[in-house]
DNA sequence: CTGCTTCACCTTTTT
DNA sequence: GGTGAAGCAG
């Protein structure tokens, strides 16, 4: 079928589309060719953007479908975008990518899996798989968990795999190739793989490089500040040095450090595609003021930012609400009071915390109430046990090889392969240099006469699945569950039973649906591996309680951001913040005072049950930097806890701007004989001295003194407060 | 080999 | 308070 063209009445019609953005908004939209950096802060429009972009590349005859690539941080995300862009055309994106970093790198990799030697159908591993994984590397090593744990380890991997650290550490270096040795035994590969892999692939197949360059002319990325350097370098094979990029992001809602994403990427984009247009879109159509107002206030004490005003182009309505409740108890009771008010207002509502593990007060207080409400980032539907054991079937079934699917269900149900089956197994594989599950085919002479007839009976039941392969996928996973055994374990159960198979029965229907959709088995895993929690992040009706990691992108009429308190927001582990993590902190008590529309509401317990015992806990730092006059019951409220007393004293205060400070204010540009040009983020006023905080275009952030370092002022900035 | 009990460790945040 | 590994009896 040939791509869908749009013909000249249709163009016409839909460019009247532009009439709906603002000025701001209509710059970046119709910008032409090459890389634009569009600087979107919260609330401004930008998935608007990006969606008008498609739509008008296409319209004008710029771009076909097939020409799109865009990104976004979510699947969940890219649904509604293509969805969006379809409405504006009336027409399919046919063959027009819209995904997840991981999703596109996953595609390239099914497709040329030879070119980066993998096996055609090699698996993802999950996290769990990693963990074992990390032990068994670890334990033959002989590394004492004291020295790594494999969950260090797994984070310092996967640091190094997306680009934002090395392996300077001995010991680490050995287990990262044990660790990779083990993931291509199992012909799997892991989430970071599938970007480094995917790099590589292009890299190294200069006419596949050539090929995709010239299919996908038009590159657009959302929630930029979130890349990291992989992803930073998958885009530039995908576009080389002067791509017609459109990268979107907000460095104040960059939420992902931990993760890999560096901050730089969003603050350097002029350096890294000289020549790129930046444009900021400074209209905020969420928010009232006073939240916004708020939320500016808070962010402004972070340095590693463009100075930037943000406009509330929302009406004034009510302040922002305080409350100190006692205990974590009377915080969710208060809240739940409240929010019981708003959504017979007809109101919609959500309750946003730090950790997952708050949320739990907050359920039990709903359910009391009766109100319907919707966890995300509790655990996933994916992730529960009797799922992936199921999935674990499905994965052996589609790769007879996948020794982390194979390990994971030979015994389960069990049929009395234990251990010592295991290490038998796994010896005769190593004999023969054959995969583990293979070994398990060939039955080698060490069984056990029962080993050998649960071995063959283990293996019929996928003998007996191929007569079902080519039908519907709901139809194939239901007859899995009962031949296998799966479901019965849990038959005439009580209540946590009785869930589990609900959850089978889901994952029946979700592959039913998904064989409806025109997916094949190893398209549904597949699907299934990028799930995210913030995937299933629907605003209905129900309150929604979420992570504020989970709740980036979302808005609601009125939210409740809970758990004010230093050590949970900022999240601290006893020790002191760096700078940086402060900040991240801080972006994320920003995005999430930022998804309120018309009400926000901050609370804090004076005292909390975490871990067991009851803690006294202080207000966060934080809420110091709320201005009172847009904060009800601040001065009450943290008067009585002798607020300002508690708060850590802040560092060097910024400078209030266009002060006496050498003529140095934030947002401007300036120039340094080695490090170049760059844009002062802060000037400290320190006793005698002034320190300037500069970020440099090529060299990054520095703190210098003006008086010694011969910084020349090249321009003001574009934005002043 | 299984299923039970006890014990340690844990907690960010997620594609 | 929850999970998962380890240890032990049948």
Redesign the pocket.
Known sequence: MSATRYNAPLLEGSLRFLADLDPEQREAVTHGEGPLLVVAGAGSGKTRVLTYRMAWLLATGRAQPHNLLAVT???KAAGEMAERVERLLGGPLARGFVG????FALQLLRKYPEKVGLPPRFAIAD??EQ??LLEAVLKELGASPTQL?P?QARQAI?RIKNGSAAASDPLLAAVFEGYQAKLREAQAVD??DMLTLAVKLLSENPELRLAIRQRFTYLLVDEFQDTNPVQMELLWQLGGPSPNLTAVGDEDQS??R??GAELSHILRFEHTYPGARVLTLGNNYRSTKPILAAAAAVIAHNQLRRPKKLSARGGEGEPVRLFAAMDEAEEAAWVVQDLRRERAAGRSVAVLF????AS?AFEGELVRWGVPYRV??A?RFWDR?EVRDALAYLRLFTNPDDALAFRRVV?VP????????LDRLEQAAREWGCSLPEAARRLPASLTPR?REALRQFWGLFTELEALAAGDLGVFVLTLLERSGLADQYRGGDEEDRARLANLDQLVSAASEASGRGLSLPGFLDEVA?A????SAETGEAVLLS?L??AKGLEFDVVYLVGLEEGLLP?T?GEELELA?EEEERR?LYVGMTRAKKKLVLTYARMRRL??ESRASRPSRFLAELPREVVRDAAAQLGRDNFRAFAPSPKPAPAPSGGENGGFRPGLRVEHPTFGRGVVLQVQASGAQTRVVVFFDRAGRKTLLPQLAKLKVLEAASERP
């Open positions: 941080f979510t699947n997840t970093f991981h999703r996290e769990e963990r074992r744990s969950r996967s989430f970071d939420i992902y931990f993760r730090r950790v997952n593990a739990r995300v980032g655990l046990a015994n069990a049929r009395g392969l234990g251990a010592a089956t080993g990028l995210s929690e913030a995937d992570t990691h989970a999240l582990r993590d994320l871990f067991g």
